[in-house]
Structure formats: C-alpha cells, structure tokens
C-alpha cells in the first residue's frame, strides 16, 4: 500500500518560530518559567503540515550537536554561528520532548546532520515508488535529494507558505539534475556554513558551468576552454572547490540501523490526545490553535 511519508528538519522549525516570536518579546513562559514559544511553534507548524499533507508516517530529524563529520573535514565547518540565546536553549531538549508526547518519530544520528537523516530517509522510503515523500526543511542543499517522488517544501513564512519543489518545478529552476547542484555548491561555497568555495564564482556562473559541463571534474578537464578569469579563480581556489563539493554533499546512506522503521514513524491524528499534551505542558497558544486546525 502507497504511503505518504513526511519529514521534517525539526531545528529549521524550532529556530525559525523562535526568532519570529521572541523580535518582539513574546517568549510564552509555562508557569515554572519555561520559555515556550520555539517549542509551540514548532508544534503548529508540524500539525499545519499534517493537515495539508495528511501523511501516513512522518520523522522529525534533529541535529545533535555542532560536531560532526564535516567539522573533521574542515575546521571552520558552521564554526561562523553565534552561540544561541539563553531562552531558546532549554527547548532544545524540551521541543523533542514535546515531538514524542504528541506521537512524532525522532531520530538523530551521532556524527551527522539533520540534512543526512533526511536524505537517507527520503531516499530509503521512497525506494518503493508508489510512495510519496515530503520534506519541509530551510535548507535548500536537501534540494539535491529531489525525484519523481521525493518533494521538497523550503520553509517560506508562517506556517503554511512553501516554496514547493518536485522534479519539474527543480529542473525548471535550475535546468539541470538535482545531484549537480551538489557541483553547483563546489564553485559557490557556502558562507552560512563558514566554507569557500571559489571566489568570484557565484550561483549563476556556477550553474552555467554545470549545464554547460556537467560536473566539477569535467570543467577541470575543460579548463582550458574557460575564460582567463574563471581559469585563474578555480585553480587559485582549486583546494576549495574540491573541499567544497565534499561538504556540500548530502549522506543518504547514513547508517540509522532502525528495525520496523515504518512502523515507528506510522502516525494516525489523534485530537484529544494532541489537546490533552497541550494542556498538560501549559501549551495554551498551540491549544487553542488546534481548534481552528482540526
């Protein structure tokens, strides 16, 4: 039987409705003291989803820390990020408490990213291609993780305004494959993430270059047919494109060993339970938004 599968990054969500609330000081507070206002919008962003995509199994995806595989890679790997604020710090753990309680599937992987759990997720569930996958997410390298039925939603703003991808709209955008953006982020780098790539090489030169190559590795063995300035800034940045398109990559054949996986990401709505989580953890915001929503 076809599924519907939903993944979401969870610390894409939990920042963003974070920021959205506290710029103007509305950091929602349980009666312990509790700032609650990433956790619930975290909460109503996930049920909007639910609602919209109505999705037979769904994972949150989290992040585990600063340190992974890439940061051994590259020293300066995210290193740029400043320290979070002291409010948003303990719904780190309390936003993943709250994804359980109301029947989420969490899964993280030590040593990767959020985006790596994704894309082995996506890429394992929709081996059966009478299943559909979607991830909402704020990065757009899950970007590459896109095929005929693998969609991929960019946060945009609010709760329910994407900017939705699915291999036509993809290839429409961009005019190549998916995976070459991977390529595309070799010649550009990644300044979010504190790694160069080749400077003076931007996004729209570097997809020429890949519509017009194919790949990192043939406009090396093209270079000569390149302009004197783009051969210049390659080789000058030579050790960073290459660097780059390794940390550009995302993993999707991490090793998650879970058993009965689509078991435990199988979700049925359950509304009393979902009020009754709210009232229990003083989620009065996201309560009386689950009125309007179901």
């Known amino acids: ?6 993944l979401i990054d969870g610390m894409a969500l939990l920042f963003r409705h974070f920021y959205a609330t506290s710029v103007h000081n509305n950091l929602m507070k349980t009666s312990t003291g509790l700032p609650t206002n990433g956790t619930q919008g975290f909460v109503r962003h996930v049920l909007s989803a639910v609602a919209d995509i109505q999705p037979s199994h769904i994972a949150i995806c989290w992040d585990m820390g600063k340190s992974t595989f890439r940061n051994d890679l590259y020293d300066g790997y995210k290193q740029n990020r400043p320290e979070p604020p002291e409010a948003l710090k303990p719904q780190f753990a309390h936003v993943q408490y709250i994804s359980k309680a109301c029947g989420f599937y969490n899964v993280s992987l030590p040593n990767y990213e959020a985006d790596d759990v994704i ?7 929709a081996s059966e291609p009478t299943n559909t996958v979607y991830v909402i997410t704020g990065d757009r390298d899950l970007l590459q993780c896109t095929s005929h039925n ?3 939603w960019l946060i945009r703003k609010g709760f329910t305004e994407y900017i939705k991808y699915d291999l036509h709209t993809f290839h429409e955008k961009y005019g190549i494959h998916p995976k070459q953006l991977i390529d595309v982020k070799a010649f550009m780098g990644d300044s979010a993430d504190g ?11 570097a997809i020429k270059l890949i519509q017009q190559y194919g790949s990192v590795d043939n406009v090396i063995r093209h270079i000569d047919q390149l302009t004197p300035g783009q051969q210049k800034k390659i080789n000058h940045d030579f050790d960073h494109l290459q660097n780059a398109r390794t940390l550009a990559e995302i993993v999707c054949n991490a090793p998650i060993q879970e058993n009965d996986l689509f078991h435990k990401m199988a979700y049925t709505l359950n ?9 229990t953890n003083e989620l009065h915001v996201t309560r009386k938004f689950l009125y309007t929503l179901f």
């Open 195 to 205: 790694y160069p790539g080749v400077k003076g090489i931007g996004e729209k030169t």
């Open 150 to 152: 693998i969609n991929i």
């Open 119 to 125: 894309g082995t997720l996506a890429t394992r569930t």
């Open 1 to 6: 039987m076809s599924k519907r599968i939903l």
């Open 271 to 279: 509304r009393q339970h979902l009020l009754d989580v709210c009232q």
